[in-house]
């Protein structure tokens, strides 16, 4: 190893912080190298020197007052109040009260508002009649057919169901028995031309031929009025039609519902 | 009064922790640290008696003067108050306290700034760092030491945070590198490293003060 090598490891040799293999190698070299040997004793003279700055004597008073002066800020840090308690202290108790009592009110006016409007919801989304006399838009899930039930959607969910007919019965009266009605001339969109009106389901959509084949189909009806229903090829999209029977088939109403 | 008698008598329950006759046992310190962290403050008085020659030494010199190892000091033992129940049985204390004080006299050295190279004598005695003299040669004795014990502070405190850590733990502490590098969060090479850059700036500072003296002369 050459003397820079050397003079870069004398710092770490002077205090034995070498492993035993490089000191060995620096020791053999310090026996032959006059140069390295005078670099070596100035770092030995350099520790000595650094080693000699040792603290003076501190006498029992200096750490009694050390040792009574943790003491005293350990006691002022066990009786200083908290922040909790700072606040406490500041605190206009009648102004909180009067805060939290509001609080609670507000939060029971809203809870109160929010359960109603969870109430009211279900009544709208059925369809429901919102005010007396008021035509419904009722919602039912397509009917399966015996031709291809494959093409039959699932079954809605039952109680919309149920509520939809509830809302239809409401207003039509009782179901009777399906029977043939009129097609009004302005549906809109091409009828198939085999179209079975005589009161059940007559025509299944047929995919290949168009998005608006129309299923027409009479459900039940009453003395008061007539009920169409047509169901497009999407099973998802049912066009329902009231015509009052007393007048001309063409002026009735219709509600379209998806 | 009786409150008195009670701590007395609980007192003499403990094992004496006498740093000045190295009864320091792990066991016997276990005990105590764990009565300590339990809020027993005669628990904690004893663990202040017997580390406090060790802290008030290191923080001297970190810190280079008396008054600031005095006050990093105590803030050591009230960290150490404060913090006692974070300290896992099993560890190291020791090296926990040397870790605390460390940090203690970084933070206090980043406050003072740099030293005051050139303190005189009645300044000196007057932050205790001249032992009293009652004669005129140990008073000038008492001077010169004060004047290499100043010289030696400037050399520590112009080398950057972490040499001085390393090199005061190293050199003057005692301690070896493996528990230099524990202490300080690095590995071991990186405090060797450090220590042999500190050891090179301290003797080129060293020759230089000494090169003034002889032109002085």
């Known amino acids: 190893m050459n003397c820079r090598g050397i003079q870069e490891m004398i710092p770490l040799y002077v205090e034995g912080d070498l492993e035993t293999d490089r000191a060995e190698s620096v020791s053999a070299h310090l026996k032959s190298c006059v140069a390295c040997s005078r670099l070596a004793g100035g770092f030995n003279e350099s520790q000595e020197w650094l080693h000699s700055y040792t603290p003076p004597a501190f006498d029992s008073t200096f750490f009694d007052g050390l040792r009574n002066g943790v003491l005293a800020k350990i006691g002022d840090e066990k009786a200083r109040p908290s922040f909790f308690q700072l606040r406490a202290a500041h605190l206009r108790w009648d102004l909180a009260l009067a805060a939290a009592l509001l609080l609670v009110i507000l939060s029971g006016l809203a809870f109160y508002t929010y359960q109603r409007s969870l109430r009211a919801a279900p009544q709208q989304f059925a369809g429901g009649p919102s005010q007396p006399g008021e035509v419904p838009a009722p919602q039912e899930a397509p009917k399966p057919t015996n031709e291809d039930p494959k093409k039959t959607p699932g079954p809605a969910p039952q109680h919309r169901h149920s509520s939809l007919r509830d809302a239809v019965a409401e207003v039509i009266g009782p179901a009777q028995p399906e029977s043939i009605v009129g097609l009004p001339p302005d549906l809109g969109f091409p009828l198939p031309t085999d179209a079975n009106i005589d009161g059940t389901a007559v025509s299944q959509a047929d995919p290949a031929q168009g998005e608006t084949q129309p299923l027409v189909k009479a459900p039940p009806t009453s003395e008061v009025m007539t009920r169409i229903e047509i169901q497009t090829s999407d099973p998802t999209i049912r066009i329902i039609w009231f015509a009052p029977n007393n007048v001309e088939k063409n002026s009735g109403r219709r509600s379209t519902d998806t | 009064m009786a409150g008195d008698f009670a701590g007395v008598a609980l007192m003499t329950q403990y094992p004496r922790l006498d740093e000045s006759t190295g009864d320091r046992s792990g066991a016997a310190i276990a005990y105590v640290i764990e009565q300590a962290k339990e809020g027993d403050s005669y628990a904690f008085e004893q663990l202040i008696t017997s580390y406090q020659h060790r802290v008030v ?126 202490i300080l969060g690095s590995s071991a090479t990186t405090v060797r490293s450090q220590i042999s850059s500190a050891r090179v700036k301290i003797k080129q500072y060293r020759d230089r003060v000494l090169s003034r003296r002889r032109r002085e002369l």
Request: aromatic share 8%; glycine share 4%.
């Open chain 2, 57 to 182: 030494a290191t923080a001297w010199r970190m810190l280079g003067n008396q008054e600031d190892a005095r006050d990093a000091a105590q803030e050591v033992f009230l960290r150490v108050y404060r913090y006692l129940k974070k300290f896992r049985s099993g560890e190291d204390f020791s090296a926990w306290l040397y870790r605390i004080t460390i940090n203690v006299c970084r933070d206090a050295h980043r406050r003072r700034g740099p030293l005051d190279r050139f303190a005189s004598l009645e300044s000196e005695r007057e932050l205790g760092n001249l032992p009293d003299a009652a004669g005129s040669d140990d008073v000038e004795a008492a001077a010169i030491l004060s004047q290499e014990h100043a010289i030696i502070a400037s050399a520590l405190d112009m080398l950057s945070p972490k040499e001085r850590e390393a090199i005061v733990l190293r050199d003057l502490e005692g301690l070896s590198t493996e528990e230099v590098a524990r």
